[in-house]
């Protein structure tokens, strides 16, 4: 039923959107025009190849054709002096050549939306636009914001890059690694925005989780040297290869222990891995290459029982010194009570409430650890004070459902009286 | 481009006689490099908020009364207006300024046509 040429432009947009945006704000300086003139290409693209044939090189023709449309543009905009500058820069010089050697421009484009400068949301948004090519409606359904707001959001955030004067260009190598950093950081904002929303079947949202695969794929094969963007795509693959066994049909989350396993997505695992091998042999272990390298212990583990959890409890202490976090601290004190038994992790979590005084996971992990040495009552008053503290409905329902279950069951004598 | 740099911080942190030295060596070793890179236009640390009288004009009428605009934590202690290059050497150059590790930069590009 789906016309090839159709079906060729739905493919160039998904693999080539990115690339000629980013050309053309290079050309013209112009970040709406260049939406606006690639949006065109692709409406061209769509009358014209059924009837010519695709092109061979679709990149190619929807750049030259993006291009053709923004010159048209400018003349026929002459008077305006804004327009004017655009089309001297358009038929100015080329850029010098990037010292760092690389010359696509969507490593421009990315550095420019994820600058510190702009707020982190904005980062985010900018860079599903003008990158992947999801519309201002799509952004906003994904974020649960209103289409005006998120519009809005976009603007200023464009004219921020004009008005303030914010560089199209990759970093100087003085700044590349704090600034690849910011990259990643909005890059693993938009994935764990996709891994916690789970609120009712939408199946008009994008699945942000496998956009941010998406793009940490392009970044990859951008800086195909950089261990930490490897480790990134590692981490981001392992995690995603739960993502059909993390909750049953009710919406319940389900605990890692108690999943599926044969229902992971034994390719996912398997890409991650050889991507967190690459990065790991290239000898500068980082915090994604670190977390990556954890969930490596919980995707190879045929059973729950076969966790190699000191490992895991090791690879948490080198992670707590990269990046000391009290988030870091809780799951480290989970997995040395995996390890080392449930008071072992009590008395490390001891230490953990000034830091965290209103995140649920900590009490509910101690309902846990409670749980497990069969301290009923007390891990019943844990569950409900984390019930106070859960906003989510999956969490509630997860907290909820543990408190039911020990409400039916004896308290175990404490071996010590 | 061209910006101003607001130079922020609080008017009345209580410095020991040591460490207003080096912090006035450290701005005028600042000034000395900025205009040397021709970056530098015009610049000038400003008398405290004591001094500054705020005047507003409503319907023909001159109101005049003492002190800052409004009251807060920090206050404009001086600036500095810049000519460079985008907002990534304006950056630079703020962090530079030894204010930043006490105080706050605020770096806004002029209104320019």
């Excluded at chain 1, 993006?66 to 026929?76: D, F, G, K, W």
């Excluded at chain 1, 389900?254 to 891995?273: A, K, M, N």
């Excluded at chain 1, 844990?382 to 907290?399: G, I, K, Q």
Aim: proline letters at 7%; one cysteine or more; glycine letters at 6%.
């Amino acid at each position: 039923m789906t016309d090839p040429a159709e079906a060729a432009v739905a493919a160039a947009f998904h693999n080539e959107w990115g690339r000629v945006v980013a050309t053309l704000i290079r050309m013209t300086g112009d970040w709406d025009l260049a939406e606006e003139c690639t949006q065109e290409a692709f409406t061209r693209a769509l009358e014209r190849w059924p009837n010519d044939g695709v092109p061979d090189r679709p990149g190619a023709w929807l750049t030259t054709a993006a291009r053709n449309h923004a010159l048209n543009r400018i003349r026929r905009g002459r008077t305006e002096h804004a327009k004017l500058r655009e089309w001297d820069t358009m038929n100015g010089p080329q850029d010098p050549p990037d010292p760092s050697g690389i010359t696509d421009d969507r490593l421009r484009l990315i550095f420019t939306c994820c600058h510190p400068a702009l707020p982190i949301e904005a980062r985010v948004a900018l860079t599903l636009r003008t990158l992947l090519g999801l519309t201002t409606a799509e952004i906003a359904r994904a974020f649960l914001v209103a289409e005006p707001a998120m519009a809005q959001r976009l603007v200023r955030a464009k004219r921020k890059i004009r008005d303030a004067g914010i560089p199209y260009r990759i970093p100087p190598a003085h700044l590349l690694p704090q600034r690849t950093a910011s990259v990643l950081g909005v890059v693993y904002l938009l994935f764990n925005e996709g891994y916690a929303a789970t609120e009712g079947p939408d199946p008009l949202r994008v699945d942000l989780c496998a956009e941010a695969i998406r793009l940490t794929r392009v970044l990859h094969g951008l800086m195909p040297d950089d261990p930490e963007i490897t480790g990134l795509l590692a981490l981001l693959l392992l995690q995603h290869s739960r993502r059909t066994t993390r909750q049953n049909p009710a919406g319940e989350l389900i605990p890692l222990e108690d999943q599926d396993r044969t229902r992971w997505d034994h390719t996912s695992i398997t890409e991650g891995i050889a991507h967190l091998n690459n990065a790991l042999n290239q000898g500068t272990p980082g915090p994604y290459q670190i977390q990556a390298a954890i969930a490596a212990c919980h995707a190879t583990a045929r059973t729950p029982a076969d966790t190699d959890w000191p490992q895991i409890a090791a690879l948490y202490d080198r992670l707590a010194d990269l990046t000391p976090s009290p988030i870091v601290h809780l799951n480290r004190a989970v997995a040395v009570a995996m390890a080392n038994g449930p008071e072992a992790g009590l008395a490390l979590l001891q230490n953990l409430e000034a830091d965290l005084p209103d995140y649920h996971l900590l009490p509910a992990t101690r309902a846990d650890l409670l749980r497990r040495l069969g301290h009923h009552k007390a891990a019943a008053t844990a569950y409900r004070e984390a019930l106070t503290l859960a906003r989510t409905t999956p969490d509630r329902r997860y907290l909820t459902h543990r408190l039911n279950e020990l409400t039916h069951v004896p308290e175990r004598p404490d071996p010590r009286t | 481009m061209k910006y101003m740099m607001l130079i922020c911080g609080d008017e009345n942190a209580e410095l020991t006689a040591d460490e207003l030295a080096v912090l006035e060596e450290d701005t005028i070793d600042w000034v000395e490099k900025m205009d040397a890179r021709s970056v530098r236009k015009l610049g000038s640390r400003l008398r405290p908020t004591d001094t500054a009288t705020t005047i507003r004009v409503r319907d023909g009428e001159t109101l005049m009364s003492d002190g800052p605009f409004t009251e807060t934590k920090e206050q404009i202690l001086g600036f500095d207006l810049i000519e460079c290059a985008d907002l990534e050497e304006a950056l630079e150059i703020a962090s530079k300024h030894p204010t930043a590790q006490r105080g706050s930069i605020e770096v806004r590009p002029l209104w320019e046509e």
